[in-house]
């Protein structure tokens, strides 16, 4: 550690006798013909030398520019660029603060130079597409693309491999136009080589449907295309890899893929026992790490970006095998598909004590659970698009999962009260059998009419999904009075399923081309659930399951039909855009309840449902966006159906079957500014919600502390959320930069609950302050710390419950060196401090993973050092409070470990089609 401040000290030192010359360039750019101003040209700053990027803009609309920036060169090469006219240049000397160019004329160009491919110019902007060129941005000699992206303008990749364009999130990444390997980026980014990339296309994120209608898409989200180079689409790239380590820790990977023009397969395969994915190769943390901070299903699974990969809580072993294929089968039918198989096992330990806060009094939990979970976890998707001709595109998406999953899992739990008397205790083991079928299907079809922006939209959706389980559970409930323990000892077998249908149907009509749009919007869903629960109680004589258990037995359909007409009214401008929609919903709910007919009901419900939207963009550099949404729903079938529910016979649920829908009423605005030149950034966004008619739980606690719930509708519930952040590069010299970022981020609840029948108000406010520091020497290192701090307070308006107040503090050190030349050393240390824990709680710890790794083989290969929990200090131990209760737990987590693993990248992508002569280039 004291190597690594030492290191930092004399880097900032070094900076002090670091010198260079700001400048700031400005003109005009006009055509040469008539003089009229031209928006949207690039101007950009190029060094003679090797004509590296220095900096670059774009024109407002009367053709004006400014360049600011500072450099070590005594001249520079200026360059302009628009569609329609041809290229300009000329060599500056950069010998004053402030250099006026006037006019610059641009002769306006033949068809054929709109078609040139091998242009410098940067930076293009087509519409809402901004391109960049990839052989105007220098990198590493084996860069990945990530690595590319990290030198774009307003691009910012974070260490776990998220992208941000301007402030907002990249959830989608293509090539060619097509996905490349599911919705995991990492894949993407850190696997091919930025020597086969041509251009990378940024866009706002859409629907292929809405990308052929017209229609605006996701604002807030991103979508990069990676163009590759012709005569790189032809051939096999991929990596292996292999790790082993102390307490039996083990890792392996591998992905292939080969290219043949349209036509591309990708296969990959891992396995681990370290709570990881292991298909993110190009980061050695990303890859041989993970098992911190992951987030796990309750039943067993993980999620990463909408995919699972099987999995659990505490330690997890996995193994994970898929395929990608793409293909272009005919002209204008694409297809696109995948296939998973993820199996997992995992082992987890929890302990929690648990605060709960009556009106008048309290009373403590004590519980500890073991679980034991095997998953197999099948998934299959499709994509066909068919375009009949250049106006009628179809879209089809289906997609199969299949899920098996045994859970081992045993508990105890105890109740005190304020004197510390036990007043009941609960002992619980099961074992369950899970079989998960899913089948769904997208159908969309697209109709465009003439060149006004009118067309017709047709949508098809279908869901079928069966779940069967089997479970045997033994169970004992103790009280003081004896007379009400409850033994029991049962097997339930059990089938849910969902039939799912939604169709609606589009048309828009251009009032003004292109400019004034309205549609018109009908839809209906029709979702049918049916539960059926056999609970059979052990026979003694027969030594079997054979006494029907009807108290704790179930059979009920329960379907919610919707049908919504509504209009949309859009106007859009060049810098500005509004729109306003609404729609009137019709909706019925109906349960059939076979075993209890008395207890079946329907409801007919109908509600306004209305939004509105408007976006501006200032300047390519800045824009902001707000709405307003007032949306419908229904209360839950449980929450509903006036069947009591004792399965759990320390919390008995009986639903309420004259609750009404909760209308909420959302609010939101957001705001980025992103200069490049300056290098500053600043995002916020803010957010409220009010909730009418919302539906609460209601719980009455009697002398056993035995739980008796219902529900009920409340008003005057809200949520507030708002965060900002700012950002600022500073180019100390060519090789050193310096970027510092400050953000916050506030929530705030009101939420008004029931308690022992007293009704209260909860208010919930959060704030957390974070800063970071990033200093980057190229070829050299890079050091990055952080700082969080979390404040939560939680107040009451009721004189019987204590006001909270919680602290917590996280600081974080990452530290990579790059020297000597072939030698990567990464560390990564986070400390957490949380005072509020209860006591046999770990308030504090330590956690740094190290890794040091090493290119050999011509830098095909990588061998790779690591050590996880470098202190052995790895804990989870949280603290959660809410208007109920306030909660302390930890379970099992991921122990120290020493891995040693080696890996190896092949590209053997060829020239105009043809397979190279297997040269391995290593990225990482």
Known sequence: MRKIILIFTLCCVS??????????????????????????????LERLKDSTLVTYTITDKNGKFELIDDTYDKSLNIAVSSIGFQNYSQKIIIDKAEINLSNILLEVGNQLDEVVVKSRVPITIKKDTLEFNVKSFKTKKDANVEDLLKQLPGVEVDDEGKIKVNGKEVNKILVN?????????????????????????????????????????????????????????????G??????????????????????????????????????????????????????????????????????????????????????????????????????????????????????????????????????????????????????DSTFLINISPSFRLNKSKTLYTSNE??????????????????????????????????????????????????????????????????????????????????????????????????????????????????????VKNTFDFDAAAQDYTLFNTELSTNFDYTNRRSTPSLDLTYKKEKWSISVDGGYVFRTLENNDALRPELSLKRDFEAIELGANFNYEFSPKSSMYSGYN??????????????????????????????????????????????????????????????????????????????????????????????????????????????????????????????????????????????????????????????????????YDIADFDDQDFLRHTFGLRTRTYVPKKLEWQNDINYSYNPNVAQGFQKSAWFWNSTLAYSMLKDNGTLTLKVYDLLNQNTNARRTATQNYIQDSQSTVLEQYFMLSFSWKFNSLGKKGETGKGDMIFFH
């Open 414 to 531: 105890n109740s005190f009260s304020e004197e510390n008397a036990m007043i009941n205790a609960s002992n619980l083991s099961s074992f369950t059998e899970v079989t998960g079928k899913n089948f769904s299907n997208d159908f969309d079809i697209t109709k465009r009419f003439g060149d006004k922006g009118a067309f017709l939209k047709a949508s098809f959706s279908t869901e079928f999904n069966t779940t069967e389980t089997d479970d045997f559970i033994g169970s004992e409930t103790t009280f003081e009075d004896v007379s009400q323990n409850i033994i029991r000892d049962q097997f339930s077998d059990g089938e849910q399923s969902l039939k799912s249908i939604y169709s609606s149907i589009k048309y828009r009509l251009p009032i003004l081309a292109k400019t004034l749009f309205l549609d018109f919007k009908y839809s209906i869903r029709n979702d049918k659930r049916e539960r």
């Open 177 to 237: 136009g097509k996905p490349f390997f599911g919705n995991d980026p990492t894949i993407t980014t850190r696997n091919l080589t930025k020597d086969i990339i041509e251009k990378v296309q940024i866009t706002d994120t859409k629907t292929k449907s809405e990308a052929y209608s017209g229609e605006d898409g996701d604002k807030e989200n991103k979508t990069i295309n990676l163009t590759i180079k012709e005569e790189n689409n032809k051939g096999v790239f």
């Open 15 to 44: 900076l002090c006798f670091s010198q260079s010359k700001s400048f700031k360039i400005t003109g005009t750019v006009v055509a040469a013909d008539d003089k009229s101003p031209l928006e949207s040209a690039t101007v950009y």
């Open 630 to 795: 007032l949306s419908n729903r229904p209360p839950q079938i449980s929450q509903l159906q006036p069947f009591q529910d004792v399965s759990n016979p320390l919390n008995i649920i009986t639903g309420n079957p004259n609750l009404e829908p909760a209308n909420s009423h959302d609010f939101y605005l957001g705001y980025n500014s992103f200069d490049f030149q300056k290098k500053t950034g600043f995002y916020s966004y803010m957010n409220l919600s009010i909730i009418n008619n919302q539906v609460v739980s209601k719980t009455i606690v009697n002398d056993d502390l035995v739980r008796n719930t219902t529900y009920a509708n409340v008003n005057g519930n809200y949520s507030a959320y708002a965060s900002a952040s700012y950002s600022k590069t500073i180019k100390v010299d060519t090789l050193k930069t310096l970027k510092y970022r400050v953000g916050l981020y506030s929530n705030t609840e009101r939420t008004i609950n029931y308690n022992n029948n007293v009704q209260y108000t909860s208010k919930n406010t959060s704030i957390t302050p974070n800063t970071s520091l990033t200093f980057t020497w190229k070829k050299v290192l890079e050091l990055i710390p952080s700082y969080r701090l979390s404040f939560s307070s939680n107040k």
């Open 239 to 388: 990596r292996v890899a292999a790790g082993t380590g102390t307490e039996k820790r083990y890792e392996f990977a591998g992905l292939l893929n080969v290219f043949d023009n349209d036509q591309r397969i990708s296969v990959l395969a891992g396995g681990n026992n370290i709570n990881s994915p292991g298909f993110s190769f190009g980061e050695i943390r990303k890859m041989f790490g993970g098992g911190r901070s992951i987030r796990f299903n309750s039943n067993g699974s993980f999620r990463i970006d909408g995919r699972s990969f099987g999995g659990g809580e505490g330690i997890t072993k996995s193994t994970n095998v898929g395929a990608n294929y793409a293909d272009v089968l005919s002209k204008g039918v694409d297809v696109n598909g995948d296939y998973f198989l993820a199996t997992s096992n995992s082992e987890n330990e929890t302990v929690t004590n648990r605060e709960n806060i009556l009106s008048d009094s309290r009373y403590f939990t004590v519980s500890r659970s073991k679980s034991s979970n095997d998953s197999n976890n099948h998934s299959a998707n499709l994509e066909f698009d068919i375009e009949i």
